[in-house]
């Protein structure tokens, strides 16, 4: 049995951070980890026991902490101001001529001393750990650039050069760490969308009990449970509203702005705001089933999985910085034998060691998949494989199932023919006993008709399900083959266009049960927007072909096939020649969800059906299979656009720096930019992708 948690990581400054601390945790036997820099989380997988000891000995020894704070930003903004008022002094007296003397140089020196010291520590600690493992990152190109420029000064002024560049080091680290200050914050405002929503379910409740009431977890509140909840509170668990009526704030959940006014025996869900008077709540679901629970716990698996892309872009950063640094070096020593000038070879060196962005390139791919899963949280739509973007940008057409997925799943029992003189009583009561196995909706329409109990229940995919009941095998679902076959034909001709149920026993057909439900609400609105995008729609069902052939008539679907087996939908899907996704929701619909190109889970339905999609729409709605599609392609674009800058940035400006047409300041500044602008860049996604 595996479990899984998730760790804080404390000190990161970039993704090589992020590695180091992924590859100290895996080598602890029965741990799988993934370190993602953007959350500053450890995804961590237990394979066996593991003391939580053990993994913060990991994490230390890989030169970071385990914390349940956020300190850095308040760490950062002292060494910021310091940094600033002496950087700016530095500059006035070394480069403004009104402000210069003689020995102004002296003064500079020591303007400059506590940057180098004080403000610029983090990229020297950072950078000598790293160094200890054998490692290199952005804190090493800064610390090397400003450390170099601030010796070389020291140099130049004991041999009485007029010229030097303590300015240098004092406004390169500090830049930096503004830039850093900066990116912190901004990551921050994209993951704290995400962290609000998860922690939106109040840690206790009022539990109602008659006339007491008693204040409890809401992780003690079981199903049936009453509970009260005032004006401004947020409720507890999903439920159905007891009291006659109440207006709720949903924009937690669904990003509307505007109250809703619902009436008693409407259902409610955990993290959703009373705003006036107090109402009494039934508990339908427990909090750490709640739908609230269930994108928590989507979330955290989309997170804590490493996309390809990001994989390629970490080995990238691997080999960035030694590269940098020879690149420097190369720069310096033909600078020196082509001109002899000391000062310019040091100068082009020292650029190109401070305009070089690993950070930038590293965060590129987790920034981007952080805003959508906060976009797509708040619509209910969490996106389970990161790595499907690519292929959810190019999908060209949509298949969905018909029961559960495009209707509401909420069928009713229009009709009941007896085929062999079986009373409907007796019918309905078999049948019933035996749908009582399954979840499926035409099931939840029988089961609630039968006070029997039903042994040996087996589901068969896509065809129906067997039990025993009082000595004898029943069959519920589609026709098979029965000794009365002229019989049940005759009935089936005389049936409406609805969803049949063949009830079988002693090898003869029994009856056939005609149930019926109605589209979903957005049903319609769904496929309209599908086709205003260019991709066309068809509905595969399992359902009689008359009654599919209605459906996808009212909805405007223009190609339908009916009476399909889970067989039959993978050769459908096997046949398409454009990138396809497939909808569904039950058992029957797992293999097409992982064969299509793209699958698409109702977060009502199966298990299994959510396991082998590649998307969860929690609240059921199929106007989020658009907006899902659209998401994914707005997100894809997104990061080839942070990766086009990334790797744009370093490929034009490392040469542009080499060259000497770089000033090292401008340099500094220009690399913090790099990152800031990709994390800018991936926010922007909360604009153009709602």
């Keep these: 049995m595996t479990n899984q948690l998730e760790l804080e990581i404390e000190g990161m400054t970039c993704t090589a951070c992020a590695r180091r601390v992924e590859k100290s945790l895996n080598q602890i036997s029965g741990v799988s980890a993934y370190v993602d820099f953007a959350t500053e989380k450890a995804h961590v997988t237990l394979n066996q026991s593991v003391e939580l000891q053990e993994l913060k000995d990991a ?10 704070g956020k300190p ?5 903004w002292p060494r910021i101001i310091t940094g600033s008022v002496l950087s700016a002094l530095a500059v006035l007296f070394s480069m403004v001529p009104g402000f210069q003397f ?56 004991l041999q009485g050069h007029p010229h030097h560049y303590f300015e240098v080091s004092a406004v390169v680290p500090s830049v930096v760490l503004i830039g850093r200050y900066l990116e912190v914050r901004t990551r921050r405002s994209a993951t704290d969308a995400v962290r609000s929503l998860l922690n939106a379910i109040p840690e206790k409740a009022t539990r109602v009990d008659g ?29 159905i509203l007891q009291s006659e009526m109440a207006s709720i704030d949903s924009s937690s959940l669904t990003g509307e702005s505007l109250p809703i006014e619902i009436r008693k ?86 650029a190109v060691l401070v305009i070089a962005c690993p950070c930038a390139l590293g965060i590129a791919v987790p920034m981007s998949l952080v805003v959508a899963t906060s976009i797509g949280a708040k619509r209910s739509v969490v996106i389970r494989n990161p790595d499907s973007l690519r292929v959810m940008a190019k999908i060209k057409k949509v298949v969905f199932d018909k029961t559960g997925t495009l209707t509401d799943g909420k069928l009713s029992i229009i009709k009941v023919h007896s085929v062999a003189g079986s009373s409907e009583e007796q019918i309905l009561n078999f049948a019933g006993a035996v749908e009582k196995g399954s979840r499926h909706p035409i099931a939840l329409a029988l089961s609630s008709r039968s006070n029997l109990v039903a042994n040996n229940i087996q589901e068969i995919a896509g065809q129906g399900l067997r039990g025993d009941i009082e000595g004898k095998t029943i069959w519920v679902g589609k026709a098979v083959e029965v000794a009365n076959q002229q019989d049940l034909d005759s009935a089936l001709k005389s049936v409406g266009p609805n969803t049949l149920v063949i009830v079988s026993w002693d090898n003869k057909a029994q009856g056939v049960i005609e149930v019926s439900d109605n589209s979903r609400e957005g049903s319609k609105e769904a496929i309209a927007l599908l086709a205003d995008h260019g991709i066309e729609t068809s509905v595969l069902s399992g359902d009689n072909e008359a009654r599919v052939a209605r459906f996808a008539q009212e909805l405007g679907v223009a190609e339908m096939v009916a009476g399909s087996t889970p067989e039959e939908k993978l050769k459908y899907l096997a046949k398409q020649t454009v990138p396809t996704a497939m909808v569904g929701d039950g058992i029957n619909d797992v293999a097409a969800l992982a064969k299509a190109d793209i699958g698409i889970a109702m977060g009502s339905g199966a ?84």
């Design 607 to 690: 298990q299994a059906a959510q396991a082998a999609s590649d998307v969860t729409i929690l609240d059921d709605d199929p106007r989020m299979v658009p907006f899902a599609l659209n998401l994914g392609k707005k997100t894809y674009r997104n990061i080839l656009q942070n990766l086009g800058w990334a790797f744009g940035y370093n490929i034009i400006l490392i040469p542009v720096a080499a060259a000497g047409l770089l000033n090292p300041m401008l340099a500094g500044l220009a690399m913090a930019f790099s990152s800031v602008s990709v994390v800018l860049n991936s926010l922007r996604l909360k604009l153009t992708a709602q």
């Design 211 to 239: 006339a007491s009431r008693k204040e409890v977890l809401t992780a003690d509140l079981v199903k049936g449970n009453l509970v009260a909840v005032a004006a401004g509170q947020k409720i507890p668990a999903d439920g």
């Design 265 to 350: 025996g409407k259902k409610v869900t955990a993290g959703e705001t009373v705003l006036s008077g107090e109402v009494l709540i039934e508990v339908l679901l427990p909090a750490k089933v709640s739908r609230l629970a269930q994108i928590a716990d989507l979330v955290r698996e989309a997170t804590a999985t490493k996309t390809k892309l990001a994989s390629i872009a970490d080995r990238i950063s691997s080999f960035f910085v030694p590269a940098v640094i020879l690149i420097a070096i190369a720069t310096f020593v033909a600078w020196l034998l082509l001109t002899g000038d000391q000062l310019r070879a040091f100068e082009a060196a020292v």
């Design 102 to 157: 003689s020995g102004s140089q002296y003064l500079v020196w020591a303007l400059a001393t506590p940057v180098i010291t004080y403000v610029t520590w983090p990229f020297h600690s950072a950078a000598v750990r790293n160094l200890l493992k054998g490692d290199t990152t952005m804190d090493t190109l800064v610390s090397l650039g400003s450390s170099i420029a601030y010796l070389f000064s020291i140099y130049l002024v």
């Design 72 to 76: 850095e930003l308040n760490k950062l």
């Design 59 to 68: 994490v230390d020894s890989a030169g970071y902490k385990v914390g349940d």
